[in-house]
């Protein structure tokens, strides 16, 4: 039970703490998924819920139990005889018990005093032990608690055969100094050196510090969730912190790093929490380049200007155009597309690409090809699909409706189809005219309102996949989400067009 | 130039690395309205840009710098004329020179070898001082370069004159430990000591750890930027940073806490980068609380779950309903409203929201109440405006337009409107009908796709205000983003007039 010295112990928590995190919904359907994957991903044990909270939750874990996984799996109980019993109910074999041990918990939300508190710990762990359950014991709020208190607590619950001890910085409050300090007050309470593990929430953005600071003073497991989900600001965010111990610690884990960018992608999705573009390991921008500088040196070396390769979390870097952007970085793009400028054409390229980014324009990839194409002269990089007019009707009790006029190479083609949605419609009446090019699946599609209001203007980002799996995307401003998701689509699929165009030709 | 010894000095770099995070593009006009947000937030120092990379940063900067605002303005540039040349003419008195100290930046990057380097960096240190400049000197790539070199460049820069040497974690490599170290290094590389800056990225999430174990080993000065924007996975977020200063290392600084919020949302509509629901300080969840344990605490004593009072960083906190949910929080959330249930009709509300929960579905506020208002048999909590019907129009060339029928009270209301868009037009309509009572102004508008798609289930999400500055929030799924968007719109208008209803009769 005790894990091997030198590895860290990852013990995820997404599915519980991570699930709490506010505007999280998810069925038991949904959690079993989640627990496949994170199984998938190796972690060494997930705590697949708090089963008494609700009927649900009972079958979601009881889900999770049937599905044989490597995982050990845990079940959040409190120091209560109805919360211990769910968990053996959902024939868990381990459960993660806590009480608050902190004066400013015990007055105001338990109103009990710390005998009582204590008192109940070590019945609870006793309850459950003699049911036969591994038992990880939580000193709620231990950071914020009286230091001999907290040793005392632990100290009892191991006497009475807890199996694990965790140290959870409920609210974010500690630093790194004092998680390591707090971490040898646990090891010296108890008579046998019980597994430690460190259980760190981000509300100052020290959550990786801290969980890396308790397990290099002697902890060995980290309490960890994917994109960092969690209560209020969430808790240490699994990829970061193996990530960190891998890289820059040296220490051995059990996860599967080339997951973790799709594991990272399916939890967003189904948890329906979005994950910021500058968020480490997992953000759209991670491993994304635009300044000059960085593209140029990414370029000769990637390690010039990235930590990692991509390709360890399971990701690709990605180079954009924009007002930083370097002829380095705008050569290495149009090659990307098999486009080679002479010096000076590339000169203006980029002073017309800057020009625009000077007005505040983000510059997209079809774009910036035809910036080129006008600039060289070459009638190939034109957009060959011209949305020449569109409408679309929808609204309650109407099947929404779409009428697409394209012209294509200087013919008008006519086309209306229904759909599950505007956009849907408009898409498909595009591809009853465009036939087999235009084949191509959105992946993503955002909308973000730029300056709030109905009247605000929005913009949409969309991702399409072509039929041999390139992913093109294109963006969108305009007041009207709809006329912007079309036009954005229209985007790209010149995009994809030119690509396949310029690849076919080999020029 | 010095700062106070107590005091550490915050140095914002949101308009240059900030600015050069991927998908970023904003004019001179926005760049400089944030370089007054920033003053306002009392930052000591901004850099302004980059001067040399385009034409419009130069007409930013020197904007910035016409402004005559109190933070010192700061200009980039690399150890190369041109650059330290584009600083100066922008009438700039403070210019930030790097050049790169890695061996890997020197061979692929730069292609010269250390004494070049040396040379070269000296030059310009030189010729910035001999031109009147305040110069901050950065050895880029610090934490990977060989530490003697290192020591070697900063004592020869300080000899010609640099007043301040930052230590840039370019790649986000370091560790804390080693950010003391390099610190301890650079304090006693040079003859008179100089002030120090931490310029630390967060590729493995340790950015504010970083620059904190700088600060408490000598440096005095930290570079940072709101929300954490920057290259890649970005810089150590300012509200983080100043945050754990103040409340956990009980540091002084000069920042304005209570605008905090406020700039960061400024800056995250300005420059378009979504900040993450589970961000420290400024995430939407970071004072939002839903499981029962916690809203229960938070009940009692906000200090049980929330290690600081949001109203420090100009937020206030906010309960959801959901699965976690306890009777303590939907008590809380209905009491709001002025509804008291009895125990028993509390506890078949709990039930029915948690049913709905499991089922994976989001319990908006209008929700929970309409689900009291049928379990308490009063008829004052439903709905007051029934959507019948809607449908809407619109495409290029052609002028949105929104045709709605309203049930209010059992009498039907038809009314047609246009607008610059579909949801536009369908709001003016439901006004056209519902006069003042729907008074409201959409303050944000957000759509997410959960799986992918022009098919997809899109979630809407709006917050609105009326007219007495009540933030009422509404969320509706769909496959059609107009369809969603408006019955979102429905729910929140209903919300408002519930909201007077309630407590215009004080039940």
Known sequence: MIAHKDKVRIFDTTLRDGEQ????????????????????????????????VSQGEVEAVEGIVKQGLNAEICGLARAVKADIDAAIDCD???????????????EYKLKMGREDVLNKAVWAVDYAKKHGMQVEFSAEDATRSDRDFVRRVFKAVAEVGADRLD????????????????????????????????????????????????????????????????????????????????????????????????????????????????????GENAFGHESGIHTHGIINNPLTYEPISPELVGRKRWLQAGKHAGA????????????????????RIVERQKDLADKGKSITTAELLSIAGEIMHNNKFEEKFKLYDFHIITGMNIIPTAVVRLNIEGKDFIASETGVGPVDSALKAIQK??????????????????????????????????KTGNIISARKAGEDVVVASVQAMMDAINKTMLRKLIYSNNC
């Open 21 to 52: 995190t506010p505007g999280v919904s998810v069925t038991a359907e949904q959690k079993i998924q989640i627990a496949i994957k994170l199984d998938e991903l190796c972690v060494d044990a997930l705590e697949a819920g708090f089963p008494v």
């Open 92 to 106: 868990l074999k381990y459960v993660h018990i806590f009480i608050a041990t902190s004066d400013i918990h015990m």
């Open 167 to 282: 140290i959870p910085d409920t609210v974010g409050y500690a630093t790194p100094l004092y998680m390591a300090e707090i971490v040898k007050d646990v090891r010296t309470a108890t008579a046998k050196e019980l597994p430690i593990s460190m259980h760190c929430h981000d509300d100052f953005g020290l959550a990786v510090a801290n969980t890396i600071s308790g397990l290099n003073s002697g902890a060995s497991c980290a309490h960890v969730t994917i994109n960092g989900l969690g209560e209020r600001a969430g808790n240490a965010s699994l990829e970061e912190v193996v990530m960190a111990l891998q890289c820059l610690y040296n220490k051995k884990h059990s996860i599967k790093t080339e997951l973790l960018y799709e594991t990272s992608k399916f939890i967003s999705n189904t948890m329906g929490i979005a994950v910021q573009p500058n968020k480490a390991i997992i």
């Open 328 to 347: 380095h970085g705008i050569r290495a793009m149009l090659e990307d597309f098999g486009i080679r400028p002479s010096d000076e054409q590339l000169h």
């Open 433 to 466: 005219i465009a036939g087999e090019i235009a084949n191509i699946r959105i992946r993503e599609y955002r909308l973000d309102s730029i300056t709030g209001g109905s009247d605000a203007l929005a913009e949409v980002s969309i991702k399409v996949e072509d």
